[in-house]
C-alpha cells in the first residue's frame, strides 16, 4: 500500500528540489509539516509522509515500527529482527522512488530527513538512494549502517538536554557515519527531544547550500 502524504508547494516560482521530511514515533505527518512555512526554502517542494503503522497508545499518531516495552535506548536490541521495520522499508523506499512521477523531480535532487524514529529511518533508507543529501533530527542508528549508494552531505543535529532519545545515540551514529566515509556537519543545541528555532534555521541553511 502507497504512503499517505501531506505535500507543500514552493515557496519560490520555480522547484526543482523537493525535501521530504519524516516524522517521529507516536506522531504523524502533519508534525513536521508544521515546519514547512518557517524553513522558508525557496526552490523546494516538500512531502511529509505518514508512517505505516497506527500508534498503539496515541490516536491519530502513526509509527514507523513499534519498540519493546520500557525500552530507554540504553539496552542493545534488534529492530532489524522486527517484521514492521521491513514493511516500513520496504513501503518508504517504493514510495520515494515513485516521487520523480508525480513531482517531476529525480531523487538525486531530493533532501531526506527525519525527526527521532524518522531520523532512524533516514539512516536506514538513505544510503539506500541516490539523494541530494540527508538530515537527522533528534535521531539515532536502529541498527547497523549499510554500505551507501553515494556519500551524499549530512546535517545531524541533537539537543544537549534530550531526555528521549540520549545525546550519546548522535554520537555513537556520528562516528559509524565517519567510519563510512561521510562527511557530517554535526551540531548540538541546547534543547530538549524538539525542533527549536535554531535547528530548523541550520535545516534551511543546509538545504539552500545544496545549490
Known sequence: MPLQAISAPSSGTTS??????????????????????????????MCFPDAPFPHPMSPGGRMWYNFPTNYDFQRPYDFEAQ??????RQQLIAWLQSLASTTGIPLEKTVLGGF????????????RLPLAGMLVLSGYCHGP????????????IHGRQ????????????????????WTVNFQMFDMGHEISIDAMHQVGQFCKALG
Open 162 to 181: 534530550d531526555l528521549v532519545v540520549p545525546p550519546s545515540k548522535a554520537h555513537e551514529a556520528k562516528s559509524a557515519l565517519t567510519e563510512q566515509g
Open 16 to 45: 526543482d528540489k523537493l525535501l521530504v521530511m519524516l516524522h517521529g514515533w507516536g506522531a504523524n505527518a502533519q508534525d513536521v509539516a508544521g515546519l514547512a512555512p518557517y524553513l522558508n526554502l525557496s526552490g523546494y517542494q
Open 83 to 88: 517484521a514492521d521495520l521491513h514493511t516500513s
Open 145 to 156: 549502517l549499510i554500505k551507501p549508494k553515494t556519500l551524499c552531505p549530512l546535517l545531524l
Open 116 to 127: 527521532s524514529q524518522g531520523g532512524a529511518m533516514t539512516l536506514d533508507v538513505g544510503p
